[in-house]
Each structure stands twice: as C-alpha cells, then as structure tokens.
C-alpha cells in the first residue's frame, strides 16, 4: 500500500530546506538523496526566507539550536508556511532545558507544521509540559509499547488534534497519527536506537514524502499564500499527508532491517549506520510493500 | 602525466585551512588526509588571519555561510592574498539566493582565489548573475554534455580570463580552465552526485594540490606580501596552478571509479561515499597516471 | 584489569554533554553511544547551564570554538565544576592561534576539568606557552618516543600535578598521567593519526569512562555543589579518575587494532573510521583486559 509513496519520491525529486543539527546533518542530507529527493542546508537569517522559497518542503530540527539558527527557523517557518510549503518540526530534546520545549512550542504555533516527529519523551514534552531527564533520547517510560498501545494511540491523536498536524512518535513501535487515524508500525530494528541520527533522517525523509505525495495531488502545486484569515485553517490536505509520513516512518524502518541483516559478525555501529542509508538508495516501491508491516487503528 | 602531482602532495603534506559548510566538512577533511595533506577548519573572525597564517592553502566554501562565517571568510582570504598562499572559492549553492551570489561575489574580489570550484549552475550564477532554482544541484540546463561542450569550454575560458583563475567546473564531465588552455576530465562516476560531499571535498583536495606544486617550484616559499600596488596583479605562477587543478579533479573521479567498482550488490550511497576516501587513501602517482582520462583543449 | 571500567560504562549509562567542533561531532556521538553512554550535543550559552545539569559529564572542546561556543563553554564548564560533574578540557589546536591557546588557559582556570587530553603539541602548548606550527596535529619533535618516554612521563606528571587534573597526551604511544602515577599505553595503529576524529572520539569515550567509575564509586553520587572557599580544593576522588582514563585510552586503541585487523585490502582510511566505531560497539571487558598493552610507572 505505501510502496507507491516511495516510487513518487524518485520521481518528483523534491527540494528539501533542512535547518538541521549539526551533528547528523550529514546523515539527513545522505538519507534525503538515497530516498531520490535533494536537500539544501541553510539557517542564516539573512537568507532562509529566499532559501525556503525554491523548496517544496522545509525541516525544523532543534538538535543544536543557538540564537542565531532559532531566529533563521522562525524566518523560514513562517514563510514556508505562507507559501503553502510543507513543514515538519522535528522537536529533538524537548524536555531537556526550558529554551528547548520553548522554541519548538513557538516554532509550532508560528509555522504550524504538517508534521511533528518525535519520540515519546520529547512529544510528551511538547503535549504536556513535562521535563525528560535523559538528554535527546527516549526515557524508558515513556516509550511505545505493546502494554501502554492503547493509551498511547489515543494520546497521539489527540495530540494531533490539537496541533492539526500529522503526529510520529518514533521509537520500538512507531505511531504516526492525525484526529482520526493512527498507523501502528512495527519496522525496524531496535539496534538502530543505538546510533545517532536515525530520528534526524527520518524527518528529512518524511518532509520528501509528503512534498511528493502533494505534487502528485492535483492541487499541490496551487495552494494560495496564506491570507492572516485563512492562517488560522490548517492547509487543505493534497495529497494525504498521514499515509506518506506512515510510508516514510516504513521506509526507514525497513532499511533498518535491510541494513541489519547484511552486518557481518564484526560489524557494529557505524557499519550499521551505512548499510541503512545504502539500503533508502536500493529501496523501491515494490520492495516497501512487501516489507512494511503498519496496521490501522 | 597528472601523477607526479599527486606524488608531491604526499611528499610537501601541505597544511590547509577549510572554512566550510558543516554538512560535509567532515568528509572533506577526510579526503585531504587521505590524499596525505592536513586539515584545519576555523571559522572564528578572531582567529581566521592567525590560522591562515600557519597554513599552505585556504578553501573558502560557502555551503552554510552565516554572518559570523562570512566575516570569517572575509579575514580569511585577505590575510591568505596578502600571504600569497593559495586560495580557492567553492561558491556552493550561488544563485540560489542573493546573499550567497553577493558574497561569493564579493569573495572573487576581496581574496582573487587561484581557483574557483563549482558545479555548471554556480559558476554560470558567477558568471552571469542568473538564478538557479533547484538548490545546491547543478540544473540539468547548464550541465556540461558532449552536445555542448565546444560552448563550455569557451565559456570556461572566458570566466578564468575574467577573474584571472583557475576554474573547475565539475559534474559528469569535468572542465578545468585557465584562460590558455582547458582540461576536459571523463573520470567518476554518475552516482557520486547522488552523495553529498564529493565537491567539497574535491575543493579541499585541489587546495592541497597546488599547494604542493607551488612547493615543488623554485619560488613558491618567497611570494612577497603584497603591497597596495602589487595586490592588482595577479600573483605569478609558481608550479602549474592549472595543470596541479586537473590533477586533483582526476583523482577524485578516479577514485570514485575504484570506490564503485568495490561495491557489492547490496551496497549503497553511503558505503561508495566512504570507498571514495578509501581509494583516495590507496592512489598513488602511478595508479593515476594509468587512470587519468584527460584531453587538453 | 581495566576491563572492568568498561562493563561499568555498559551499566550505568552515563550521559555526557559534548560541547564538541563540527568536524568530527557525529563520530563523538556514535562513540560515545558504541560504549554504552548517551551524548547530548548543545553549546547555546543560554542552555548549556541546564544541559549540563541533568548530564554526569561535560566534554569541552574547542577545535571549532567562535565567539558564542566559547561562552557556552564557559557557562555549561562553571556550572559543571559546581555541582561536582565530569569535566574534560580538549585543547584542539592550542598553540595554533592565541585564541584557541588563551581560550583553553581560561577554561582550565574556570572549569578546573577532571581531565585534560591532547595531542603532544597541544598539551606542550598549554604547559609551556609554546607555540605549534602544525595545526591541529602534533609537531613530529613535540611526539612521546621511546627515546624520549622517561622525559615526557614527568613532563606529563609534573603537568598534571600543576593543573590538579589527570592528563592524558595521545599519539603512537600514550601518557595517562597524574601526579604520581603514569600509565605508558601502547595499545592502537599508526593510521589512526590519518583519519580525523580519533582524539574527538577518544575525549567523548572518556567522559563516559569516568563518569562511570564515579557513579560506581560509593560517594559519587552525593558530591555536594562547591562552596567557593571549597572551590579552590580538587573535587574527592571518588572511583579512580586515572585509571578510567587510562582505560578508555586502552579501549580506543584497541578498538583501532581490531578495526585495523578486518580491513580489506581495497579498504582504507573511510572504512577504518567504520571499524573503530564498530568495535567500540563489541568490545566487553573481557576483551579489554586481553588486548591491553598497559605499563604503569
């Protein structure tokens, strides 16, 4: 079913703007081109505006935010929010220090994203206020799991209802839910949460994916600046937004397996690392609807 | 022909000063090790005339400039010029906004690099003051072809006559001019551009390539400082600024050739992204004089 | 006898706040999470206080410092030595300009780091004023040799009783010093100076290696937050600093001897950098306590 997300991707290539950490950010744009899309890094002030408006899609990552890069994310979400642009906020380490959860919440309220991928502690943070105490990675309570499934599919649509976005909580199980919906996925490997820049690159493959499923759609390509009026009103959707983030979310978790299972025994980490950005760059349609394993709910 | 330049690279370990963008800076710093040079990137305006001052060359790349950056630059490449060090412009991403047009602009004329690297988009913004829209990629418009290659090389030419440089200009053909002469370059590989890097670090590996043949020349220690009247002038040739250039940018295309062809089927984007700086590490002057394929126009 | 550490790094998890350059920063992480830590990157001044107060330790490096990385360490550095945390000064590039070498002089008084590692060039810089012409690597006459080890052994003790901290100088062979013991450590490949980030690398690991030791050490746990008059005595041992150093010191080169041994012939330095990571991420105590080379005087 999602296959045919990932076959679009190739062939609109679309133009991502990432304003992204500094620590993964290699890894985003290598994931970003392997999925047959092409990425621009850009976070100065003076020119996001002009960067963002020659994309289709734009990449909001706090990992490493400063003054500076927090001043050119605002720029550039409130005009690729104008131009109808699709936006992901990616709110790495909210939770972990009050200028975190801060930003991304005003990042959220000024550029209303489409897309908000997390895991469980920093979406929490966002959703309730609460702190995390271990850093950019999940706390182990807060995680997905088959015993709290229930509860967490309800909160993560309820959180996209309140946010009007697509919501993915990333992590052993993923969840990618709007008002209505929430896809249950369970690709993936769980080694892959013991390399950095995992999260990071799903965001910028989710930001291709949706860009892509919207050009495909017949009033992608016209969606009108935003009038202050109409601000208020999430974008009409073109395309569906939620099932191309389910593909995305499949897509890597899928690799992960893929890239996995040709580790041989001395293999690690950074093989690992490899092997998952090499198997984004053989996947296809066809290979994806065959592997993901995503269940309705 | 081009080998013995890579055998003195090896031999002078040239010192290279990179203020580059952090997507790829990594990778570029990997690459001058392996062609046997050394890497120091410092961007801070405080220290930037310091550091040059230590250093062989300087690789100016505007991949992620910011304001602190550009001021970075600026210091840079006037104390680097006053030097007579070797300086090379990578204006990544010009024409796709004003800022980065205006500053490597302003760059071209501040520092009067030896070299300029870009691909076909870049350097025609350069040249022409046109706009790109598709980010930091070459447009399939510009891109050099055989179909029109006779116009490019011209216009490759006509550029280097008018900035008083060497200019590379790379993509699936590789062009490298002065305003004499022009190297027509069929090394790589048409999957190294759906990696991030390899012109970066082909920037960072040229840099140490002339820094090593104006080593390798009688007088390439005692360049003067320039005073007001000289600084016009372009500094005069010590070793062959082209010739060292076409050497750098065969080398990587052939090291791009020798990486894919250890691939194995399920090996991707991000192993060939690291088998490039592998056989860069293996090259020797021999292997590239064997590999080169380079016709002089 | 130093495998142990290791095991505790695997049990407690500690989490380490890098303030770290941009060059090698995704080889820290992936480090520092290949031997069981967390890394948390940020270096906004106005968040590193409350970063670095729900981490165990803090690993300040500078080889990309600006004007505002340079507060933010200052900030997350006195507020780390307040309540008593890990704390690791990595002088990248000392001696290089006077901002690097004056920045790490200050950092060393304000932070009063637990930790000082460096290359020979860089530690000699900070001890003496001296300064380097070779960037950011080692000058070849600043190296520790065995011609010369009886002298760099009291040079690295008597550097280390002069700071309070233990000193850890990295090359073909390694000095952990404090001030009345050296560990001589011959463990690692020569290539490992030909790949960037192994030092980086090295500074993250040890965080985790002695934020471990502290965390299994009875009274680590309850270091009460330094009055200023007890701010002018060293923080109480608790676990033994030198040895977690020397440690983690063992296990990275280590790591290089294995990393080393599973190259392929058409493999080079990109793979290597693989291999070290990958294992890193094997590695057990066991093994460390099999392959160290490790001499106490």
């Known amino acids: 079913?999602?296959?045919?997300?990932?076959?679009?991707?190739?062939?609109?290539?679309?133009?991502?703007?990432?304003?992204?950490?500094?620590?993964?950010?290699?890894?985003?744009?290598?994931?970003?081109?392997?999925?047959?899309?092409?990425?621009?890094?850009?976070?100065?002030?003076?020119?996001?505006?002009?960067?963002?408006?020659?994309?289709?899609?734009?990449?909001?990552?706090?990992?490493?935010?400063?003054?500076l890069t927090i001043e050119g994310m605002r720029r550039a979400g409130a005009r690729a929010r104008e131009l109808g642009h699709v936006v992901l906020l990616d709110p790495v380490g909210a939770g972990a220090s009050p200028l975190r959860t801060r930003t991304a919440l005003e990042l959220l309220e000024l550029a209303r994203p489409d897309v908000v991928r997390?895991?469980?502690?920093?979406?929490?943070?966002?959703?309730?206020?609460?702190?995390?105490?271990?850093?950019?990675?999940?706390?182990?309570?807060?995680?997905?799991?088959?015993?709290?499934?229930?509860?967490?599919?309800?909160?993560?649509?309820?959180f996209a209802a309140d946010v009007h976005a697509t919501v993915a909580i990333t992590g052993a199980i993923d969840l990618v839910a709007d008002a209505g919906r929430c896809f249950v996925i369970r690709n993936g490997r769980p080694e892959m949460s013991r390399i950095t820049g995992t999260g990071c690159q799903l965001s910028g493959?989710?930001?291709?994916?949706?860009?892509?499923?919207?050009?495909?759609?017949?009033?992608?390509?016209?969606?009108?600046?935003?009038?202050?009026?109409?601000?208020?009103?999430?974008?009409?959707?073109?395309?569906?937004?939620?099932?191309?983030?389910?593909?995305?979310?499949?897509?890597?978790?899928?690799?992960?397996?893929?890239?996995?299972?040709?580790?041989?025994?001395?293999?690690g980490n950074a093989t690992l690392r490899n092997r998952i950005i090499d198997a984004l760059s053989h996947l296809d349609g066809a290979a994806l609807d065959g592997g993901e394993r995503c269940e309705l709910r």
Chains 1, 2, 3 share one sequence.
Do not use: W
Request: charge should be negative.
């Open 1 to 67: 079913m999602l296959g045919s997300c990932l076959d679009r991707v190739r062939e609109a290539s679309p133009l991502v703007h990432c304003i992204t950490n500094y620590v993964t950010v290699n890894d985003v744009a290598n994931a970003i081109l392997a999925v047959g899309a092409s990425p621009i890094m850009s976070d100065e002030p003076e020119e996001v505006a002009d960067i963002t408006a020659i994309c289709d899609a734009l990449d909001l990552n706090i990992g490493t935010l400063n003054r």
């Open 205 to 267: 493959v989710i930001c291709a994916f949706v860009a892509a499923a919207r050009a495909a759609a017949p009033a992608a390509g016209d969606v009108p600046a935003a009038t202050p009026a109409a601000a208020a009103t999430p974008a009409p959707a073109a395309g569906d937004t939620t099932v191309a983030v389910a593909a995305a979310v499949a897509c890597m978790g899928l690799a992960g397996e893929v890239g996995s299972a040709h580790l041989a025994p001395h293999e």
């Open 118 to 158: 997390g895991n469980a502690s920093e979406v929490r943070a966002l959703a309730l206020g609460t702190t995390s105490t271990h850093g950019v990675d999940a706390a182990a309570a807060d995680a997905v799991s088959e015993q709290n499934l229930d509860a967490m599919v309800e909160f993560a649509k309820g």
